[in-house]
């Protein structure tokens, strides 16, 4: 079982920057087909795919609407994956969570990943 911890949200003005953290912990082998995803719940919206991030290969996978202000990265070392995210707007004001899954699965829908972080508020004030 992964366990996962979110940090790094808060309150930006839009068009600021944020990198929010994902802490991994338990039994997983990064060297393995796992995969972390990032999702975000706006307020009265469903939860959304955000970007991916594969820790052996680094590959990334991001939503097409991101317009290239989403960045995920990851350290292997200290097992955290990063989500960069630059020019915030007040759409993007959501709770966000981190999810780990082992591929081959479908990486854009939430029943794929095994195990979830608590989420963590991000708000864009305009």
């Known amino acids: 079982q992964v366990q996962l911890v979110e940090s790094g949200g808060g309150l930006v003005q839009a068009g600021g920057s944020l990198r929010l953290s994902c802490t991994a912990s338990g039994r997983f082998d990064i060297n393995h087909d796992w995969l972390t995803g990032w999702f975000r719940r706006a307020p009265g919206k469903e939860r959304d795919f955000v970007a991916s991030i594969k820790w052996s290969t680094g590959g990334t996978y991001y939503r097409d609407s991101g317009e290239g202000r989403f960045t995920a990265s990851r350290d292997n070392a200290k097992n955290i994956v990063y989500l960069q995210i630059n020019n915030l707007k007040p759409e993007d004001t959501a709770v966000y969570y981190c999810?780990?899954?082992?591929?081959?699965?479908?990486?854009?829908?939430?029943?794929?990943?095994?195990?979830w972080g608590p989420g963590i508020q991000v708000t864009v004030s305009s």
């Open positions: 999810a780990a899954g082992r591929t081959p699965f479908n990486i854009i829908e939430a029943p794929g990943y095994e195990s």
